[in-house]
């Protein structure tokens, strides 16, 4: 069975994978004369940037509690 920081760790990895791949999706429909959509991408990205952000935050003070 899996230890609770290696699926923290798993996740955490899925999610950096989605920023860049919401970027890089960006990019595609930038060059592709779609800038609303790749607006829409960038969103994605900074979304999932930020909940990394709040995760990493969050588990640092639980660290501090324990």
């Known amino acids: ?4 920081s290696g ?3 798993r ?3 899925l999610q950096q994978f989605l920023v ?3 970027f890089f999706y960006a ?3 930038l060059v592709d004369d779609s ?4 607006a829409g991408w960038v969103i994605v ?11 990493a935050e969050a588990r640092g003070d639980d660290a501090i509690d324990v």
């Open 11 to 13: 996740r955490a990895r």
């Open 35 to 38: 800038p609303l959509i790749a």
């Open 45 to 55: 990205g900074l979304l999932n940037l930020y909940t990394l952000r709040r995760e």
């Open 20 to 22: 860049l791949a919401a």
């Open 1 to 4: 069975m899996a230890s609770v």
């Open 27 to 29: 990019v595609y429909w």
């Open 7 to 9: 699926l923290v760790s």
